[in-house]
């Protein structure tokens, strides 16, 4: 049974920063398409971070130069450092593994989720 668990959510103010984690039980990350995505109230789920079996990495216009995605395969955590952060990045933040499709912001493509992490950034 797959099962990823986000950590690292929290409350912070404009221009602070937090560190998300997903530990995952079930796959293994070095051989897995993985992702970080985000959904505030009345929005649609969005990518925001992903990385593939090479460390490949990709990032969401809004958050480029902010974010920064890694992973530690011995650990089977995936990372994701938010710097700078602004009360537009507050969502609820999930985790995602199993991608069918190297650095897809598209939900669909992703077998795997976590319950997600609550990060709320206030001005």
């Known amino acids: 049974q797959v099962q990823l668990v986000e950590s690292g959510g929290g409350s912070v103010q404009d221009g602070g920063s937090l560190r998300l984690s997903c530990v995952a039980s079930?796959?293994?990350?070095?051989?897995?398409?993985m992702g970080w995505f985000r959904q505030a109230p009345g929005n649609q789920r969005e990518g925001v971070a992903a990385?593939?079996?090479?460390?490949?990495?990709r990032y969401a216009d809004s958050v480029k130069g902010r974010f920064t995605i890694s992973k530690d395969n011995a650990k089977n955590t995936l990372y994701v450092q938010m710097n700078n952060l602004k009360p537009e990045d507050t969502a609820i933040y999930y985790c995602?593994?199993?991608?069918?499709?190297?650095?897809?912001?598209?939900?669909?493509?992703?077998?795997?989720w976590g319950q997600g992490t609550q990060v709320t950034v206030s001005s």
């Open positions: 079930g796959i293994t990350y070095s051989s897995h398409y």
């Open positions: 995602a593994g199993g991608g069918r499709l190297a650095l897809s912001f598209f939900p669909g493509m992703y077998n795997y």
């Open positions: 990385i593939d079996n090479d460390g490949n990495t």
